[in-house]
């Protein structure tokens, strides 16, 4: 399981870069593995202020459609408008290629509520 060092985890299976005051969303290996492939990524809140644990989007795979929830109050700056043509890069690349949105985040002290690799992987049990 590919967890990296350098992220947040959510309890719902999103990751957070953090860049400065600015941080990259995406869902994580293990959440791509369980939807299988990924058909589509919708995401219409860009501009939008978001608080945490607020749906930013969805991501529809072949069995399911799932929510994205956000993991830290912000606002959405952009999104990733490769994965309109080619949502696959979700499963090739969930942590590079694959990231979803870029956000400019509000509450700071909220990303000390997020798991570190270590708690993720206690998660999900792997």
Sequence with gaps: MNLPENL????????VRVEGDEAYVGVTDFAQGELGDIVFVEIETEGEDINQGEVFGTVEAVKTVSDLFMPVDGKVLE????LESSPEVVNEDPYGKGWMIKISITNASQLND?????????????
């Design 8 to 15: 947040k985890y959510t309890k719902d299976h999103e990751w």
């Design 79 to 82: 999104f990733n408008s490769e």
């Design 114 to 126: 997020l798991l570190d690799p270590a708690g993720y992987q206690e998660l999900i049990g792997a």
